[in-house]
């Protein structure tokens, strides 16, 4: 589960805090963990804990807070969506329901293969140019018209050899 490398990437998080805000610490150690593991089981919620001297359940509210982390096993792509209120007037909406379709699978879901997760999102920060999605929670996409969809699909899929 956590191996001790880990617990060194953990200590090396918790060293750029003074030693009495170590907790401080605790949203690197998820992303060390879903950087890993693809994603934060309660388990290694327990390892975090225990390590900054957290309550368990303290760590996992950070966790369920913030849609970055992972709460089960994803698919090889997360692919984001924002449906906030200016997304949804711009036709954020139609974006997730597009993918949807493409996909085959519903909001929340992952494809057969393992390839795609399609999760909605909160705000992204970028109203002026919705719909935006954000794919593995690092690459912004604006303007995401179905065209543009598609073109995304298809290359994330040609990426990965399975198109």
């Given at each position: 589960?956590?191996?001790?490398?880990?617990?060194?990437?953990?200590a090396?998080?918790?060293?750029?805090?003074?030693?009495?805000?170590?907790?401080?610490?605790?949203?690197?150690?998820?992303?060390?963990?879903?950087?890993?593991?693809?994603?934060?089981?309660?388990?290694?919620?327990?390892?975090?804990?225990?390590?900054?001297?957290?309550?368990?359940?303290?760590?996992?509210?950070?966790?369920?807070?913030?849609?970055?982390?992972?709460?089960?096993?994803?698919?090889?792509?997360?692919?984001?969506?924002?449906?906030?209120?200016?997304?949804?007037?711009?036709d954020?909406?139609?974006?997730?329901?597009?993918?949807?379709?493409?996909?085959?699978?519903?909001?929340?879901?992952?494809?057969?293969?393992?390839?795609?997760?399609?999760?909605?999102?909160e705000?992204?920060?970028?109203?002026a140019?919705?719909?935006?999605?954000?794919?593995?929670?690092?690459?912004?996409?604006?303007?995401?018209?179905?065209?543009?969809?598609?073109?995304?699909?298809?290359?994330?899929?040609?990426?990965?050899?399975?198109?």
């Open positions: 589960m956590i191996t001790e490398a880990t617990k060194e990437r953990f090396r998080e918790v060293a750029k805090y003074p030693a009495d805000q170590k907790q401080s610490a605790v949203m690197a150690c998820l992303s060390i963990v879903q950087q890993e593991q693809g994603w934060v089981s309660a388990e290694s919620e327990a390892v975090i804990a225990e390590f900054l001297d957290m309550a368990e359940i303290a760590v996992h509210e950070v966790t369920t807070f913030y849609n970055m982390y992972n709460q089960r096993p994803v698919g090889k792509f997360k692919l984001n969506v924002c449906t906030n209120l200016p997304c949804q007037l711009r954020g909406y139609k974006a997730l329901h597009h993918l949807e379709s493409r996909l085959g699978i519903k909001m929340g879901e992952t494809t057969a293969d393992g390839m795609f997760t399609l999760q909605q999102s705000c992204l920060g970028a109203c140019d919705s719909p935006v999605m954000l794919v593995n929670d690092r690459c912004m996409c604006s303007f995401m018209s179905n065209e543009k969809l598609d073109e995304l699909i298809d290359g994330l899929r040609a990426a990965e050899g399975k198109a």
